[in-house]
């Protein structure tokens, strides 16, 4: 599964983080591509639904603006979602 952020962003770095990694901040650290937006290919279990978001910048937490849906978290906000 290939997760991807577009130069919009305005990032230096970005991680993917999700329950899949358990939110780990530092274990999947995207690749920056030339044009400024970032990209990680990770595998995933099939006939998952995950959720997910991107840490940007180390402060910054952000939606997948292409997920498959979003779902509330105990924030006050939403996750985005993945489905395999």
Do not use: K, Q
Not at 8 to 16: G, I
Not at 17 to 45: K, Q, Y
């Amino acid at each position: 599964m290939t997760f991807s952020l577009p130069a919009a962003v305005s990032a230096a770095s970005a991680h993917l983080c999700g329950e899949f990694n358990d939110w780990s901040p530092t274990a999947l650290p995207m690749h920056r591509l030339d044009d400024g937006g970032f990209e990680i290919t990770v595998r995933l279990p099939m006939r998952g639904r995950y959720r997910f978001r991107y840490l940007l910048d180390d402060e910054r937490w952000v939606n997948d603006w292409a997920a498959d849906g979003y779902v509330p978290n105990g924030f006050g906000g939403e996750d985005s979602l993945v489905v395999t």
